[in-house]
């Protein structure tokens, strides 16, 4: 069992990637940061002064700050089920694009939960919930959920990258912390057949044991919405087509992210088309699905016409109100992937990523409209004269917490990728680490050589 | 001449307003009004209570103002209390077999209660007569029917009681926030009223009713009160208080059941993870 | 002659300003002579609305701790009876209920909407407190049990434990919650010990509603709604003694809710309401009458949302 030379090279590239920064990547880390801090003042306003500086009122008590829980908690679904499926299925495409998943899955499970502590009024009694927690609620629910699910996603993401640490922990870099870190980390794997053994059996386990667990986070979240008596929140079919609104979003995230980071570190050799085409097969199935809870909810509630029911209708289907939103995040954002992958000569990474924004876009309006029309179209007229009170505008301080969600989504994303190759280096059926030591150690050694041979040409020139 | 008369007019309109600017600063002091109603209650207290009144577009109740308690007799005045009103415009004075106060000889007491005025307000000032009465309350079965005795009589302590005929006798079932009325009728000429007793009411646990019988407003004895307690009700048990259920503190039992089942087979699966990487560990070279 | 319209007007008086004393004394405007002190606890002198002169421990008067709050007074069922046929939205209610609980003028927690069930039926004057379910939807989502079921049927929230989330809001079909959104303004309560029966102070960030005034009706005394409404519409009592009163009348609640067809508002959600309404036949008021108060800005917007066009 010899380390692939395959593998190696590329561990050499991705180190040398890892401990520099391009040019454009510290403008666009610029830009980021200046959106973190934007998000950080936001937040001091909003603890200051409370939540009157937020476009929430007493009829929509929620507003994009749930809807980007729920976005956030979507595209954590990349992680899950996709590599949790692809690996159980052993599918042979899987390995460029299982860490980067893993990846989206840890960090927008790690946000997408900052956005309720946005919305809670008294975030000083957070310790309520462990004192106090009704388990009737299905708030207790989600928090055991998502809890959970994290952890988990994070055990699956370290289970997946050992192989990877143990490599780095060999590898000489300059600065002397990574390897101690890596030392910390790769806990002494060394590709030994009881280890490898070991490895794969938690794998599996862990793969496993996500899928179902991130259905159920999934349904949870729409159970919040679902167990009240609301127009267009209470309906049975909530939690599946919450579950396939997810995935679809998680989906296209990924794609997103595939051909950011194949532009960025020049991982054409690795990310080819074949990932776009099947990843993007994956989103038009998922669309199609997607689009036929979309009809089949909206069909039923037009169709059996109950007063409350029509009224979210109307407001969804008024041009003057959310007509060409829920227009955009329902029709546009599903037909044109579907059509777009469906139709071969359309079909390239370009436009596959093309749709997958558009699909993302249109999923964050999706979660807008499921949120904020329902709780405009309270059961009892809405007699209040103050405007603010009927109609819901997001503030400022809203936006930028917003923004600095994604802004930080994408930080740590980079950060992530400058601590960790972001494909896969070592597989699984490799790992003679003491073999890689060797040929880095020699290439090494043929490099210094060469410097002081150099060196000495240099000198004896001087002379 | 014609000038002349349209000059004399506007110098009439002139004096006439200015007149009627005088009146209307006269006119400004305004009106109030003193009520005193008389109360004894159950426990025998008997209260005056005195309410004062000032007039806006209606009559409104006004607070802080002090309200002079007097007992009268043909001859003597005599001062009793001088009470603050409160914010309900209210001044209570409690008779508590005050001596000062005045009888004649059929036991009438008469009061007057009166309102000073000041620079803004006009005074203000009502009399008002009471005998002392009592009523009292019992309970009889007759066959298998349930009756409630009401007997009114006079209570000056000074006097033998004498009954009271003819005497409105309105009666009521205590509530929580207000008396139910049920009956009204007029004593006979032995001062007794006989009512059926309202067999349908609930009661409390033990189906334990309070009776309330009353002399309402009247205009010799003022409002008079007595009550009585029997257990004729209909009883009414108190709710289970532990429950489980979605309201509740304490979830359903399938509910708990169900969460630990998922949670232990999630987290028995990360711990059997955990240990795998231990011996990961533990295999090393 | 004399004599009888000597009569007629003190009748008239004792009719108007009884009801007044009845339910008003209370605590704070005692008289100073009906109050004294004994060795063990002090005693405070008080007249009950029905006219009886009481003792009573002067700490009984003090607004119970959170912990006691959550008991619920035993042997009680508080129930409301809106009679819809005497509404001309007076809006007493709703400034009274802002008055005692120390709210701003813009957060109410009794409303008074204008409805009409369709285009063809005729509009009436719908005042609205919290329903205090006896399967409160609220309840059951709250994460913390910071609003919470009585035993007397009271749906209270402590806004010492309520984490803010906003999830009953979106749980009450009946928008019966009001968020602080801010801290609360300068208020006369500030030194008031926090307790779930008064409600106040309010607490920043916390979820508010209305509570049927727990602390008045421990004194015995009706909500300030009931009291403070001209038109004798809201009738306040406890269901186990089958007894309503609008602080001028009573009736047997049976009978009121047999004989006036009294519903409960939404049946159909299952809520169990303790809150039901009468009719609004035969009424005192042509509904127009409630426009009186109003600016032709408020007029015009209620005529606009009352029936929703689709």
């Not at chain 2, 009146?23 to 008997?46: C, L, M, N, P």
């Not at chain 2, 007794?192 to 009353?214: C, Q, S, Y």
């Not at chain 2, 009160?225 to 029997?230: A, L, P, T, V, Y």
């Not at chain 3, 008086?13 to 606890?41: D, H, M, R, Y």
Request: aromatic share 12%.
């Amino acid at each position: 069992m010899n380390l692939n030379p395959k593998s190696a090279k590329m561990l050499d590239y991705f180190a040398s990637q890892m401990v520099k920064v391009s040019k454009p990547g510290i403008f666009w880390l610029a830009i980021a940061t200046v959106f973190i801090i934007g998000g950080f003042y936001a937040l001091i306003v909003q603890i200051v002064e409370g939540h009157i500086v937020t476009g929430m009122r007493d009829n929509v008590v929620w507003g994009i700050f749930i809807a980007n829980f729920i976005f956030f908690i979507g595209i954590s679904y990349a992680g899950a089920l996709i590599s949790g499926i692809l690996h159980l299925l052993r599918v042979e495409w899987r390995t460029p694009i299982i860490r980067i998943a893993e990846i989206i899955t840890v960090i927008s499970t790690l946000i997408g939960p900052a956005y309720i502590l946005l919305c809670m009024g008294r975030l000083d009694r957070l310790h309520h919930l462990a004192l106090f927690g009704r388990i009737q609620s299905p708030i207790i629910w989600d928090v055991m959920a998502i809890t959970t699910y994290l952890i988990g996603s994070i055990i699956f993401l370290y289970l997946a990258s050992i192989r990877d640490l143990a490599a780095l922990r060999d590898y000489p870099f300059k600065s002397k912390w990574r390897n101690k870190i890596y030392t910390i980390l790769a806990i002494g794997f060394n590709g030994t057949p009881k280890q490898n053994r070991y490895l794969d059996r938690s794998l599996d386990i862990m793969s496993a044991i996500i899928i179902p667990l991130a259905i159920l986070v999934h349904s949870v979240l729409a159970w919040i919405f679902g167990m009240t008596l609301r127009p267009g929140w209470h309906s049975t079919i909530f939690a599946p087509y919450f579950v396939v609104a997810a995935v679809f979003s998680g989906t296209g995230v990924l794609i997103i992210a595939l051909w950011i980071f194949r532009k960025y570190y020049k991982l054409e050799s690795y990310i080819t088309k074949i990932h776009f085409n099947y990843l993007g097969i994956i989103l038009m199935i998922l669309g199609a699905l997607y689009a036929y809870f979309t009809f089949s909810e909206y069909l039923t509630s037009w169709y059996g016409s109950e007063t409350w029911e029509m009224e979210v209708l109307y407001k969804l289907f008024n041009p003057n109100e959310y007509w060409w939103w829920f227009f955009f995040a329902a029709i546009i954002g599903v037909v044109l992937p579907i059509i777009v992958i469906l139709i071969p000569k359309f079909r390239n990474i370009n436009s596959i990523t093309a749709v997958s924004v558009i699909a993302v876009l249109a999923l964050w309006v999706k979660r807008y409209l499921i949120i904020i029309p329902t709780l405009e179209a309270p059961l009892l007229p809405l007699q209040d004269m103050r405007p603010e009170y009927i109609h819901y505008t997001p503030t400022i301080i809203e936006w930028l917490l917003t923004f600095a969600g994604v802004a930080l989504f994408c930080v740590l994303f980079f950060l992530f990728s400058k601590f960790m190759p972001i494909l896969p280096v070592v597989k699984a059926d490799e790992g003679n680490y003491a073999e890689l030591r060797k040929t880095v150690l020699k290439r090494i050694v043929k490099e210094k050589m060469k410097e002081t041979e150099i060196k000495e040409s240099e000198k004896m020139k001087d002379l | 001449m014609k000038n002349l008369c349209k000059h004399i007019l506007i110098l009439g309109l002139i004096i006439l307003f200015g007149m009627g600017n005088v009146f209307a600063q006269k006119a400004k002091k305004k009106t109030t009004r003193v009520g005193v109603a008389y109360f004894k209650s159950d426990t025998k207290i008997e209260t005056l209570v005195a309410t004062l009144r000032v007039k806006e577009k209606r009559y409104i109740p006004l607070n802080d103002a002090v309200l002079t308690f007097y007992s009268v007799s043909d001859t003597l005045k005599v001062l009793l209390a001088k009470i603050r009103t409160d914010e309900n415009g209210q001044a209570i004075f409690a008779l508590a077999n005050n001596s000062k106060i005045a009888k004649d000889s059929t036991g009438l007491m008469a009061f007057v209660v009166e309102y000073e005025g000041n620079s803004l307000l006009k005074d203000a000032k009502r009399k008002i007569t009471v005998k002392q009465a009592g009523l009292e309350v019992s309970f009889f079965q007759k066959d298998t029917i349930k009756f409630i005795e009401i007997e009114a009589k006079t209570a000056d302590p000074n006097t033998q009681a004498a009954p009271i005929n003819n005497l409105k006798i309105k009666l009521y079932i205590k509530g929580t926030f207000s008396l139910l009325n049920f009956a009204n009728e007029k004593t006979d000429k032995n001062g007794i009223v006989r009512v059926e007793f309202p067999i349908d009411m609930p009661g409390d646990t033990l189906g334990v009713l309070t009776i309330v019988a009353k002399i309402e407003e009247d205009d010799v004895y003022g409002t008079v009160e007595s009550r009585g307690e029997i257990n004729w009700g209909i009883p009414v048990p108190l709710v289970k208080e532990k429950q489980r259920g979605l309201g509740d503190t304490d979830a359903p039992l399938w509910m708990v059941y169900t969460l630990i089942t998922l949670l232990s087979a999630v987290w028995f699966h990360y711990l059997y993870v955990i240990f795998m990487i231990i011996k990961i560990k533990l295999a090393k070279l | 002659m004399e004599k009888g319209k000597n009569k007629q007007s003190r009748r008239k008086f004792i009719s108007k300003t009884v009801p007044a004393a009845l339910g008003a004394i209370g605590g704070v405007g005692l008289v100073a002579q009906s109050c004294n002190t004994t060795e063990e606890e002090e005693k405070v002198s008080l007249l009950t609305p029905d006219g009886q002169l009481v003792e009573v421990n002067k700490s009984s008067m003090q607004p119970v701790s959170p912990a006691e709050a959550r008991k619920g007074i035993p042997g009680k069922q508080f129930v409301m009876v809106i009679d819809l046929s005497r509404c001309k939205n007076a809006r007493k209610c709703v400034t009274k209920c802002q008055k005692m609980h120390d709210l701003p003028p813009e957060d109410e927690w009794i409303k008074v909407f204008l409805m009409q069930d369709s285009s063809d039926t005729a509009p009436y004057w719908f005042p609205k407190p919290c329903f205090h379910c006896n399967q409160p939807p609220c309840v059951k989502v709250c994460p913390v049990g910071a609003t919470y079921k009585r035993t007397d049927g009271l749906v209270l929230v402590d806004n010492e434990r309520c984490i803010g989330c906003k999830f009953c809001m979106t749980a009450c079909p009946y928008s019966s919650r009001v968020f602080q959104w801010k801290e609360p303004k300068e208020t006369n309560f500030a030194d008031r010990e926090y307790s779930p029966e008064t409600s106040t102070p309010h607490k920043v960030g916390t979820v508010g509603k209305c509570d049927f005034c727990p602390d008045m009706i421990r004194q015995g005394k009706l909500p300030d709604c009931v009291s403070g409404c001209p038109n004798g519409v809201i009738f306040f009592g406890n269901k186990k003694e089958d007894i309503v009163s609008n602080g001028t009348e009573s009736f047997r609640f049976s009978e009121l809710i047999h004989d006036r067809a009294g519903y409960h508002f939404m049946a159909e959600l299952g809520t169990e309401p303790n809150v039901y309404y009468l009719p609004p036949v035969d009424r005192l008021f042509d509904y127009e009458k409630g426009f009186n108060n109003l600016t032709d800005e408020q007029v015009e917007f209620y005529k606009k949302s009352i029936v929703k066009k689709h």
